[in-house]
C-alpha cells in the first residue's frame, strides 16, 4: 500500500513537471499560427489618464493598420494585413494600466509575461516605469521596444532586451540650446538676432522622477556648454497640489528663460499659477509630455501663446511628410484629435515591432533580437520627420530628430507651429514671451 | 522680500486647505467617522461650477450656492443611503463603505465626463490678479480666503452658539447620552453630513477658478485635508483652521529659505516632506492634536 503510494505521488510529480514543459511549447506554437502578443503597459487611468489615451490611441491605429489592408497609406506595414513572414499571423496587443506606479509596472510586466505568454513588451511612457519595466524584460530574456520614454539612462545600462524608438533628452535638449544659440545668430524665421545677454538667465523646473531629473543634469551641463547661466533649478513632485512655492522661486531668481520638464496636471497648474504672478520671461520651453498633450492646449486656450515645446510631431510636419498627412488625417477622423508626439511615437513602436517580426520570422526572442539589432526602417516609412529607426549596440535608435513647436493664438484658435530645426520653419516666431504679463 | 510674499502665498494656500478639511472634520467630530470620499465631494463641487458656468453662462461665483447645495445633497444622499447602514457594521465596514463611495464618485465622473483636463476659462475672478505694492497675489485666492473665514465663523457660531450646535455637540462627546435627553441623534448626523458636504462644495466651486478640473483632482487635497485635521486634532473645528494655515506657511515658506540659504538641500521637492513631519511630531508627541480634545 505505501509503494503504491509512492508510485502514485511519484507519477503525478513526473505528469505535473511534463505539464510545466510542454505547456509553454505548445501555447507558443499555438500562438505563432494565430496571432501574436505584445504586451503594452500605459498609465491609463488616475492623474495620467489623458496622456494614456493618446498613447493607446496611437498604438491601436497602427494595429489597425497592420492587421488590415489600407493601401492608400503607402507604407508597408499597411499593405501587410499581418506579418508576412509569419504567414499573416496577427499582432494583439495586451493593454495593461500602470498609473504612473513603478512597482506596479514591474508587477504587470511580470505577470504579461508569466500568464499572458506575451512575445514581447511595448511602453511605458514615464521613464521612470519603463526603468522597471525594460529591467523584467531583461531578467526573463523578453524583447522590450519603448516608443515615448526619454530618460538618456534607458538605454545606458548595458541591456540586451531593450531598444528605444524615440530620440531621449539629450537630443531635445541639445535641440534646445542650439535654437537658444540660433535665436542669437538671427536665424530663426521672422527675427532679427537677438543679443545673448538678453536670454542669458536660466531657470528650470523638473519633476523629480526619473525623467525630470534626468533632464535637469542634461540642462546644466548644457548651460555650460553653450554659455548660459543656470539662475534657478528645481525639482518638485509633480503630485504636488500646489506650485505657488515653485513658481515663485522661479520668478524671484528673474530668469531669461523658462524650462520646463513637467507631466500634464503639474504643466497646467504652472502656466496658471506663473499667470497669476505675472511672470516675464522672454522664452518659456517645455520638454515635451505635459507640454504637448491636447489637454493643455484645450484647458489653458490663449494663455499657452508663445510657449515653446520640444515634441517629435506636430501636424505641421505633413507639409514635409506625405505618409504623416495621410495618417494623421486617419487619426483625427477616428479621434477627433491631431496625432500627437506621444501617439505618434506609440504609432511608431507599433510599426517597429512589426518590421521587427517580420525581419526575424519567428516569435523566438533570439530571432527577435537579431532581427532588431540589424532593422533599418527607412524615414519614407515613418510619420516623425526622422531619418528612420535604426538601432546601435545600447538600443538607442540614431536616426531619430527632435522638432520645437511654438504655440500660436490666432483668431480664437491656438496653432502649434514649427520653429526648429529652422529650415522646417512654418511661422515667424513670437519674442519676446508676453502672454502672462 | 521674497521671504514676504511666500509667508502671504502660504496664508492664502492655507485659508483653501483650511475650508477644505472643515467639513472633515466636522463629519469626524460628530460621528468618528472618516470620510474618504471627501476628495470626490470637492472633485464634484467643481464640477459643479464648471457646467453650470458654461451651460447657463453665468460667472462662476454666482454657481457656489448651487455647488453648496449640490454638496449637501450628495452629504444626505451619502449619510442615508450608505452610511446610515455602515454604521450597523463592525469598524471595518465604516472604513471600506466611505472608500467605495470614494471609487464610485471617481469612476462615476469618469463616466460622466470622461478623463479630459477642464478648466473654466472666463469669469470675474478667473485668471485675475491682485497687486498689493510688489505683491501679485491671486484673486481666486484671496477671496478664498476670505470665504474661508465666514464660513469658519458661521460654522463656529452654529455649533458654539446655537441650540443645533449643542446638540450637534451631545451627539458628539456621547451619542447615547444624547439620544436620552431626547436628542434625535440621527439627524444629528445626517446635519453633520450636510454641512460637511456644503462646505467642501463651496471650497470645490471656488477652487474650480483657478484649478484644473479632473476626475482624480480630490485625491491631490485629501492627503493634506487628512494632514490638517490629524494635526489640528480630529474633529476640531479651530484646529482646523490654524493647522491648515500652518500647513500653508510651512508647505510655501520652507522651499524659500533654501533658496534664500541659496542650497539646493532645502528645495521645493522636499516640501511635503516637512508638511507630514510635522504632523508625524505631532502624532507622535501630542497624539490628540494641536487642539484636539483629551479623551
Not at chain 1, 510636419?317 to 487619426?331: D, P, R, S, T
Not at chain 2, 464618485?105 to 510688489?134: E, H, N, Q
Not at chain 2, 487628512?226 to 500647513?247: E, Q
Amino acid at each position: 500500500m505505501v509503494m503504491k503510494k509512492g508510485l502514485f505521488l511519484s507519477l503525478l510529480v513526473l505528469a505535473v513537471a511534463m505539464g510545466l514543459l510542454i505547456g509553454p511549447f505548445a501555447g507558443g506554437v499555438a500562438a505563432k499560427a494565430k496571432e501574436i502578443k505584445i504586451g503594452v503597459i500605459y498609465p491609463l487611468s488616475g492623474a495620467f489618464a489623458a496622456a494614456g489615451r493618446d498613447l493607446r490611441n496611437g498604438a491601436e491605429l497602427a494595429l489597425d493598420v497592420l492587421n488590415n489592408r489600407y493601401p492608400e497609406l503607402g507604407i508597408s506595414i499597411a499593405k501587410w494585413e499581418g506579418i508576412p513572414s509569419l504567414k499573416g499571423a496577427k499582432i494583439k496587443l495586451i493593454f495593461a494600466d500602470h498609473r504612473g506606479e513603478p512597482g506596479r509596472g514591474a508587477d504587470l510586466a511580470k505577470r504579461l509575461i508569466m500568464d499572458e505568454k506575451v512575445v514581447g513588451l511595448m511602453g511605458c511612457y514615464h521613464s521612470s516605469v519603463t526603468k522597471t519595466v525594460s529591467a523584467v524584460a531583461e531578467r526573463y530574456g523578453v524583447p522590450m521596444i519603448n516608443g515615448s520614454s526619454t530618460s538618456p539612462v534607458l538605454t545606458k545600462r548595458g541591456f540586451k532586451w531593450f531598444w528605444r524608438t524615440t530620440p531621449h533628452d539629450e537630443t531635445f535638449t541639445k535641440d534646445l540650446f542650439e535654437f537658444l544659440k540660433g535665436l542669437t545668430e538671427g536665424k530663426v524665421r521672422g527675427l532679427k538676432a537677438v543679443p545673448k545677454e538678453e536670454i542669458k538667465r536660466i531657470a528650470y523646473a523638473c519633476e523629480n522622477t526619473e525623467w525630470g531629473s534626468s533632464v535637469a543634469k542634461v540642462i546644466e551641463q548644457m548651460a555650460k556648454e553653450y554659455g548660459f547661466d543656470v539662475v534657478k533649478g528645481i525639482l518638485y513632485s509633480a503630485k504636488s497640489p500646489d506650485l505657488t512655492t515653485e513658481s515663485q522661486a522661479l520668478v524671484a531668481a528673474k530668469p531669461d528663460c523658462m524650462l520646463f520638464t513637467s507631466y500634464i496636471s503639474d504643466a497646467i497648474l504652472f502656466v496658471r499659477t506663473l499667470k497669476s504672478m505675472k511672470a516675464s520671461p522672454k522664452v518659456v520651453w517645455g520638454q515635451d509630455a505635459g507640454f504637448e498633450i491636447p489637454d493643455f492646449r484645450a484647458t489653458l486656450g490663449k494663455d499657452v501663446h508663445g510657449i515653446l515645446t520640444r515634441t517629435v510631431f506636430i501636424p505641421k510636419v505633413v507639409k514635409v511628410k506625405k505618409a504623416a498627412g495621410k495618417i494623421n488625417a486617419l487619426f483625427k477622423k477616428r479621434y477627433g484629435t491631431d496625432l500627437t508626439g506621444a501617439s505618434g511615437r506609440a504609432f511608431v513602436a507599433l510599426q517597429t515591432w512589426a518590421h521587427v517580426l517580420n525581419a526575424a520570422g519567428s516569435t523566438d526572442p533570439k530571432a527577435i533580437q537579431k532581427a532588431a539589432n540589424e532593422l533599418f526602417i527607412p524615414a519614407e516609412e515613418l510619420i516623425m520627420p526622422w531619418g528612420g529607426v535604426k538601432f546601435d549596440k545600447t538600443g538607442q535608435n540614431v536616426l531619430g530628430t527632435g522638432l520645437i513647436g511654438q504655440y500660436q493664438a490666432k483668431g480664437g484658435k491656438v496653432e502649434l507651429e514649427i520653429v526648429y530645426p529652422f529650415d522646417l520653419a512654418t511661422a515667424d516666431m513670437v519674442y519676446p514671451f508676453t502672454t502672462w504679463k | 522680500m521674497v521671504l514676504a510674499d511666500a509667508f502671504i502665498q502660504g496664508i492664502l494656500m492655507g485659508f483653501l486647505f483650511a475650508l477644505i478639511s472643515l467639513g472633515l472634520t466636522i463629519i469626524f467630530g460628530v460621528m468618528d467617522i472618516v470620510n474618504f470620499a471627501h476628495g470626490e465631494f470637492l472633485m464634484l463641487g467643481m464640477y459643479t461650477a464648471y457646467c453650470l458656468s458654461i451651460s447657463l453662462g453665468v460667472d462662476p461665483l454666482v454657481t457656489l450656492p448651487l455647488c453648496g447645495a449640490v454638496g449637501a445633497l450628495l452629504g444626505l444622499v451619502s449619510y442615508y443611503g450608505l452610511v446610515r447602514y455602515l454604521l450597523r457594521g463592525p469598524m471595518v465596514a465604516q472604513l471600506l463603505g466611505t472608500f467605495g463611495l470614494m471609487l464610485f464618485l471617481r469612476y462615476l465622473a469618469v463616466f460622466l465626463w470622461g478623463i479630459d483636463y477642464r478648466m473654466i476659462k472666463k469669469g470675474l475672478l478667473v485668471g485675475k490678479s491682485l497687486t498689493v505694492g510688489p505683491f501679485h497675489l491671486d484673486m481666486t485666492k484671496v477671496v478664498c480666503a476670505l470665504l474661508s473665514l465666514v464660513a469658519f465663523t458661521v460654522v463656529s457660531w452654529i455649533i458654539f452658539k446655537t441650540r443645533v450646535g449643542k446638540a450637534l455637540r451631545a451627539t458628539s462627546i456621547n451619542r447615547e447620552a444624547a439620544s436620552y435627553m431626547g436628542i434625535k441623534t440621527e439627524r444629528m448626523n445626517a446635519l453633520a453630513w450636510a454641512m460637511g458636504g456644503i462646505t467642501v462644495g463651496i471650497a470645490g466651486g471656488l477652487l474650480a477658478n483657478f484649478y484644473y478640473i479632473y476626475p482624480m483632482v480630490g485625491l491631490l487635497f485629501v492627503m493634506i485635508a487628512f494632514a490638517t485635521v490629524a494635526l489640528g486634532g480630529f474633529g476640531s473645528i479651530k484646529g482646523a483652521f490654524f493647522a491648515g494655515i500652518l500647513i500653508g506657511i510651512l508647505e510655501t515658506v520652507f522651499p524659500i529659505i533654501g533658496h534664500l540659504l541659496k542650497t539646493s538641500i532645502i528645495g521645493p521637492h522636499y516640501k511635503m516632506t516637512i508638511v507630514y513631519l510635522a504632523y508625524f511630531l505631532v502624532v507622535v508627541f501630542r497624539p490628540r492634536g494641536l487642539f484636539g480634545w483629551e479623551q
